[in-house]
């Protein structure tokens, strides 16, 4: 039984992420001040899995200041396509600057559609299974 739910566990459990993630993003959009910053480095990392699928992964730093104070830190949230010394407008966190976001509320609305289109469609491929007697 355990093993003919378990794909859709997974599917409905990537919908909800996605889902509190997009809400994460809205929240720090509206809530967290806006900073220029400039891209100080952007590291990438190469990963193969077993059948040899490339995957690529990039950590983004940025330089801003806050209250006469510099930070140099990742990037959280980070557009891609990012190279060493863009300018972009960030936002941090006023009780923590040294926390600092590529969010927006647009991509936190993205991230919201998706994960209610994941989660409709895995009910609903959960809803044929269950009419076919599977």
């Known amino acids: 039984m355990l093993k003919k739910l378990l794909p859709l566990i997974i599917i409905l459990a990537f919908g909800i992420i996605m889902i509190s993630i997009g809400g994460v993003n809205i929240s ?5 001040p806006e900073v220029s910053a400039v891209v100080t480095k952007v590291d ?3 990963s193969y899995d077993a059948d040899g699928t490339r995957t690529e992964s990039e950590t983004v730093f940025v330089e801003y200041t806050v209250d006469n104070q510099k930070y140099d830190e990742e990037l959280n949230y980070a557009p891609t396509g990012l190279t060493e010394n863009d300018k972009i407008t960030v936002r941090y966190n006023p009780e923590k600057p040294e926390y600092v976001t590529g ?7 993205v991230k919201i559609i998706i994960g209610a289109v994941v989660i409709v469609a895995g009910l609903g491929l ?4 269950r009419l076919r007697g599977q």
């Open 44 to 46: 990438v990392d190469v």
């Open 126 to 129: 959960a809803v044929i299974r």
């Open 28 to 32: 720090q959009a509206n809530k967290f």
């Open 103 to 109: 969010a927006t509320s647009k991509s936190g609305v």
